[in-house]
Structure formats: structure tokens, C-alpha cells
């Protein structure tokens, strides 16, 4: 298993064999296919802003494949306080088995105004955003004095009206980032710092993969339709004959 540049819908595909992984025994072939491009993102994601043991942290899309993913991992990583959004009572409930303390339902709550009060008034140390535009004056809201942010995903736009001055008064920190457009070398080290932080806790066990619906290859357009309406928790799959 490993990461792609695209073209994953597909019986078969090269790739570069610094981003090839062994699948562990335990993982079935869904499972396998269900971890290496969320689970890679997450754990980049969180090392990109130097989290450490300790740090509390809000996760956007905690239903989401990535979302699913940074749960866990920040868990393993020794996170104090693991916050998380999602639009439904039933997803909220599902990240909780996974780890998550603060849960918050973004349909009717300010996240803001709640991942404060779960941090007593502080704000999390870490944001990790996949929505972007739409959520950046209440992600710096929700952060701690000296804060990081790193986005991930665009889901709410690209362009924002950002009032820059609480990135000035409380010296936060925010970074991009992607795996796709980065060359071989650094997709290589994010893959190898998993295999090495994560992967065995994946095979374990401790960390799961959560696969919400398996699809055949020739239903992949229902599967687009079906990740579109937004009603998937973990990872959507599709299986090759």
C-alpha cells in the first residue's frame, strides 16, 4: 500500500517504491486501501506543527477520513484534550469511541465559543483544519496564546477577509499543507515517519481503520454521490474485482 499522485481508481498502478508499504497481516485489502492517504496526511499534519505529548488540539471533519485518522494518532502522540466538529449527534459519538473528549456539533454550536469553554478559556496549542476560508477568524478564536494552525483542505474557500490581529497579539503560527504536490524525497519521509510512529499501532490494533462503505469499482460513481452527501464516517472504498 502506498501513497499516489492520482489515478487510484484503477486495477492496477505503479508508484515509487520509497512510498510502498508492507500491508500488515491484520489489515484486510479494504482497510489497507482505506489508510495510506489519510493516515499519512494526519500524521504529517500534526508533526508539520510540531505537536507534542501534552498539547490539547481541535480537529475539523472529525468524521472525516482524515479527521478519523488525527483522532487516533493525536491520542498516540499523548494529546491532553482532543476536540473535535462534525454535523451530527451520530458522528460525534462514533470520534468519542475513537478518543475524542470535546465534541462539538457545528450545525447549531459556535465551535469557538464551545472549544473555550472545554479549555477552560485558553484555547487549544493545535488546530487542523480542512476547511479553510469559511472557519479562520473562529480558528484563531479557538487558539491558545502562541497557538498553530495547519490547514489541510479548502472545503469552505480558498479566499478570506482575515482580520490578521490576533495573529499578531497572540503570536500564532499558520501552515499549509499537502502531500500530492510535494516531491518524491518528502513524500518518501512522511511515509517512512509513519511506518515507523504509527504503522505498527495500526497493526496492533490500537490505532484503527474505519471503513464506512465498500463499493464496487463500477459503482464509483455512486461512491462519489455517496461521500458527497457528506453521511460517511471514516473512509469510502472501492473493491476491484
Not at 80 to 98: H, I, R
Not at 101 to 122: P, S, W
Request: with cysteine; charged share 20%.
Amino acid at each position: 500500500m502506498g501513497l499516489l499522485a492520482g489515478g487510484g481508481y484503477a486495477e492496477q498502478v505503479a508508484i515509487h517504491h520509497r512510498l510502498a508499504m508492507k500491508v500488515p497481516e491484520s489489515l484486510s485489502w479494504h482497510e489497507a486501501g482505506a489508510t495510506p492517504e489519510v493516515y499519512i496526511t494526519a500524521h504529517d499534519a500534526l508533526r508539520q506543527c510540531d505537536f507534542v505529548a501534552g498539547e490539547s488540539v481541535l480537529i475539523h471533519a472529525a468524521g472525516s477520513g482524515v479527521g478519523v485518522a488525527a483522532i487516533q494518532i493525536a491520542r498516540l502522540m499523548g494529546a491532553s484534550l482532543v476536540v473535535g466538529t462534525a454535523g451530527s449527534a451520530e458522528k460525534l459519538a462514533k470520534a468519542k469511541q475513537l478518543g475524542l473528549d470535546a465534541c462539538i456539533n457545528y450545525r447549531d454550536q459556535d465551535f469557538a465559543v464551545e472549544t473555550l469553554a472545554a479549555t477552560g478559556g485558553r484555547g487549544v496549542d493545535v488546530v487542523l483544519d480542512v476547511i479553510g476560508a469559511s472557519y479562520w477568524e473562529r480558528n484563531m478564536r479557538a487558539l491558545a496564546p502562541k497557538g498553530r494552525m495547519v490547514i489541510v483542505g479548502l472545503m469552505g474557500g480558498a479566499t478570506t477577509q482575515a482580520n490578521l490581529g490576533m495573529l499578531l497579539t497572540k503570536r500564532l503560527q499558520v501552515r499549509g499543507t499537502t502531500l500530492r504536490a510535494r516531491p518524491l524525497e518528502e513524500k518518501a519521509l512522511a511515509t517512512r515517519a509513519f511506518e515507523k510512529s504509527v504503522l505498527p499501532h495500526v497493526a496492533s490494533g490500537r490505532v484503527r481503520v474505519v471503513v464506512d462503505r465498500v463499493f464496487a469499482l463500477a459503482e464509483a460513481a455512486e461512491a462519489q454521490k455517496y461521500m458527497e452527501a457528506n453521511a460517511n464516517f471514516g473512509k469510502i472504498v472501492l473493491e476491484m474485482a
